[in-house]
């Protein structure tokens, strides 16, 4: 071969080197685009009138949003959102659930710093203690009527935080073998109870999914803490981790997606209904929190269980 084709060879070779990389590297940032905000989805973001920070914690088939909102002077109070209106939770700290019934779970803070669950079914509120606890909050309900959440109390380890399924006057204990916490925060109407549980005295966190007295840990991949907000009748989840980049929201709907709103400083996704709108709350870049609602363009078209 002639040695003054050599560098021609050679350029010929970096630059389809350099083509290739750039296809990979293109793919690749249109893989991590797509994933960190799906496309297939509409956001509205939106704040309770008047209020510093908007919190949206659960929604239901009806497209129904609770939620809490910090009001003047610093207060938390509970909402539901229906269509563009919203109405305060009269006693309630946040309003973190409700079922296609329209009943609502949460909790609230009495005078002398307690914390009692509470549920809410048209003019009747009724509220929510476990037994011996020195506090109580309840986070999900079903269309069963069923309600997990947690609760405080000592035992032989000292003060515990200890999780609970309850169904009308009967309650199960839900305890992650060796976790140092479990907190249930969602279940569907198939009795699968969703939440985080920690280990080595709470510096590693996991998510869980429960169901009848089995657990299964979820991690997302590479993530350093990942907890599980909300599941529907499908099985699809949400919640959101913390890795090397930060904080982000995640979506599973079969495989785990990376779900952060654009511009947010953090996304958090609280609950996600049959039809796969999800509800969450993000932080902009002066720190304020605020609503969000995200729903699927073809809601019959999301993969899952």
């Known amino acids: 071969m002639d040695v003054r084709k050599k560098p ?19 793919a690749q940032a ?19 009138p008047a209020a510093s920070s908007t919190f949206a914690l659960g929604i239901n088939d009806r497209g129904q949003i609770v939620g809490t909102y910090v009001g003047t002077g610093g207060t938390s109070h509970g909402f539901l959102r229906s269509g563009n209106n919203f109405t305060t939770i009269v ?12 009943e609502i779970v949460g909790w609230r803070i009495d005078s002398h710093g307690f914390f009692h669950g ?26 069963q009527g069923e309600i997990v959440g947690y609760f405080n109390s000592y035992d032989v380890d000292g003060l515990q935080n200890r999780g609970f399924v309850a169904s009308g006057p009967r309650m199960t204990t839900i305890d992650v073998p060796g976790a140092f916490y479990t907190l249930p925060a969602g279940l569907n109407s ?7 549980y920690s280990e080595n005295n709470g510096n590693i966190v996991h998510g869980f999914l429960y169901l009848k ?29 913390v890795d090397q980049t930060g904080l982000h929201g995640f979506l599973n709907r079969g495989r785990f997606t990376r779900f952060d709103m654009p511009l947010a400083r953090a996304t958090l996704p609280y609950g996600i209904n049959n ?5 969450g709350f993000f932080t902009d ?15 019959f078209a999301t993969a899952g269980p």
Not at 8 to 26: N, P, Q, S, T
Not at 91 to 102: F, H, K
């Open 213 to 241: 007295g089995n657990f299964t840990t979820i991690d997302v991949p590479r993530a350093w803490l990942t907890e599980v907000n909300g599941i529907n009748d499908r099985g699809q989840y949400v919640g959101f981790y």
């Open 190 to 196: 198939r009795g699968e109870v969703v939440g985080s």
């Open 118 to 143: 509470f549920a809410v079914s048209g003019e009747s509120s009724v509220q929510l203690d476990v037994p011996g606890a020195t506090f109580t909050v309840t986070y999900g309900v079903n269309d």
């Open 91 to 102: 006693d309630a700290g946040e309003a973190t659930g409700i079922n296609n019934l329209g």
């Open 30 to 48: 249109k893989a991590e685009a797509e994933d960190i905000y799906p496309s297939s989805y509409r956001f509205t973001t939106f704040d309770f």
């Open 8 to 26: 021609f060879l050679i350029a010929a070779l970096l630059i389809l080197i350099l083509l290739l990389y750039v296809r990979l590297r293109d």
């Open 285 to 299: 870049e002066k720190g304020r929190s605020h609503g969000f609602l995200a729903s699927p363009n073809n809601p």
């Open 275 to 279: 039809f796969g709108q999800v509800v």
